[in-house]
């Protein structure tokens, strides 16, 4: 059974730090990334990397956040530096076959995080 599991997820202040985590058990997977969606917006795609380490931001995000994978792990993280209220949402790890992760097949259930101002 394929399951992707995030963690790392919590309330923090504006400019704060956070780290999540998702860990895929039951296959590997050769791109894996985040998405996001807030209250009463549509689900947003966040970063991706793949087996090589190629790597993509959403334009909100780049500079302040960094994707990385540990392909031994079967892991992926997601380094939020300098956060906003505007990143406050439910995170989700997602992983496919190929980047860009446009309509993934696999997900995680979900994790919260919630920037204050």
């Known amino acids: 059974q394929v399951q992707l599991v995030e963690s790392g997820g919590g309330l923090v202040q504006a400019g704060d730090s956070l780290r999540l985590s998702c860990a895929a058990s039951?296959?590997?997977?050769?791109?894996m990334g985040w998405f996001r969606q807030a209250p009463g917006k549509e689900r947003e795609s966040v970063a991706g990397?793949?087996?090589?380490?190629?790597?993509y931001y959403a334009d909100s995000v780049k500079g302040r956040f960094t994707i990385s994978r540990d392909i031994v792990k079967n892991t992926v993280a997601l380094q939020m530096n300098s956060l906003k209220t505007e990143d406050t949402a439910i995170y989700y790890c997602?992983?496919?076959?190929?980047?860009?992760?446009?309509?993934?097949?696999?997900w995680g259930q979900g994790t919260q995080v919630t920037v204050s101002s």
């Open positions: 039951g296959r590997t997977f050769y791109a």
């Open positions: 997602a992983a496919d076959q190929r980047l860009p992760l446009t309509n993934p097949n696999y």
């Open positions: 990397i793949n087996g090589i380490g190629s790597t």
